[in-house]
């Protein structure tokens, strides 16, 4: 019985079955591997209810996976064939082969690419919906810490938000005079290029005005600002976090949001109203001086056709925007750099989420602004 391994088929009592005798080793693996390739391929016209290892002389782990390998193979609608004659020696290793593959979750089918679009689209909205959330929750805190800012002045920071106006606002203002300048001279020229058409090259004045004043020198600014000082602040928060200084604050017994969000939130705040009306005025130069040089308008009609397209109300709108486009950049900004975790590459994706995220809010909330003031008639 100690010889090569064998696995005979059998008439039982109750209907085929098989014996399997010999050393079912390692050694012989081989050849119990075709012994049971045989044997599977068989059963699929008529299975075995019976397996008798009482022949074995010698079972390994090999041999005990293949017995296991088969028995599962006979198996019809649950009803496993039956194991007999199995020495008390090789019980545990049996038992612990069988029992290997059952913590296996079963493999699931894949699923189609109308499923894996809708579940897409469900985790992107999860994601708004989180956005959101966290976005209302870090409004709240920065409230609350004004709110006990206000009640106790000396707490304030004045330093910071001077040394975070200077950075914000100060030295952002080559950049945004550059950019806003730029626009304005592209404004005007493609202006006077499609109205001289009609002989309406005058018109160019109104075109620049208005939607300088009430919407491109306040959104150009407000995206430079969302890629220059929202990514700064994300960057600054984000490092302060991997280094756990956020955490040593708070062990500290100081809110990190009032000593740390706060300052930045309100030098946004006070900065870009500054940066718009001098981003329009930028604009504004840029597009007289292409009116004048490749329209022929003269600075002077220049000037007195301004005076008629604009009014006062085109500039308000224009300056009631920058505030609440500068505190939702800042919140965005601050909140992705508390977001971050302990790694680089979550220092980068957070930041790069800090400027769509801004650029995106801020857009929005151009439209709101848009619809709301043509409301009421502004």
């Not at 100690?2 to 005979?8: H, I, K, S």
């Not at 005079?177 to 290029?193: E, K």
């Not at 590459?345 to 003031?373: M, P, Q, R, W």
């Amino acid at each position: 019985m100690d010889g090569a391994p064998t696995l005979e088929r059998l008439a039982g009592q109750d209907g085929p079955a098989l014996r399997a005798a010999g050393a079912w080793t390692a050694q012989h693996a081989g050849a119990i591997e075709r012994l049971v390739r045989d044997a599977e391929r068989r059963a699929r016209k008529e299975a075995a209810v019976e397996i008798d290892v009482s022949h074995i002389a010698r079972l390994d782990t090999f041999g005990a996976w293949l017995i296991e390998r088969l028995r599962r193979a006979l198996t019809r609608e649950n009803n496993a064939p039956r194991l007999t004659g199995l020495a008390e020696d090789y019980r545990g290793l049996v038992e612990a082969v069988r029992n290997a593959g059952n913590d296996a979750e079963p493999r699931q089918k894949e699923p189609g690419a109308i499923v894996l679009m809708l579940a897409a689209i469900g985790h992107a909205m999860s994601e708004v919906a989180d956005t959101l959330i966290q976005l209302a929750n870090m409004t709240g805190a920065i409230i609350l810490a004004g709110l006990r800012i206000a009640v106790r002045p000396q707490t304030f920071r004045f330093t910071s938000l001077i040394h975070h106006m200077e950075q914000v606002g100060w030295r952002a203002v080559p950049i945004m005079v550059l950019i806003t300048f730029l626009i304005g001279c592209i404004i005007a020229q493609q202006g006077i290029f499609h109205f001289r058409k009609f002989g309406a090259d005058v018109y160019v004045v109104d075109m620049v005005g208005v939607l300088v004043l009430r919407e491109i020198g306040v959104l150009i600014v407000a995206i430079m600002v969302a890629g220059r000082s929202g990514s700064a602040y994300t960057a600054e928060l984000g490092s302060m976090k991997m280094r756990e200084e956020i955490d040593a604050l708070r062990t500290m017994g100081f809110d990190p949001v009032e000593v740390l969000i706060v300052p930045r939130v309100l030098a946004l705040i006070i900065a870009m109203p500054i940066l718009a009306f001098i981003g329009s005025m930028a604009a504004l130069y840029g597009g007289g001086l292409v009116a004048w040089l490749y329209g022929g308008l003269q600075p002077d009609i220049f000037l007195s056709r301004l005076r008629e397209a604009i009014s006062l109300d085109h500039f308000k709108v224009g300056m009631i925007k920058a505030p609440f486009m500068a505190a939702v950049i800042g919140v965005i900004a601050c909140l992705e750099g508390f977001n971050v975790r302990g790694s680089a590459e979550s220092l980068g994706s957070h930041t790069t989420s800090s400027v769509v995220k801004s650029i995106f809010f801020v857009i929005v909330l151009d439209g709101v602004f848009a619809i709301f003031f043509a409301s009421i008639g502004m």
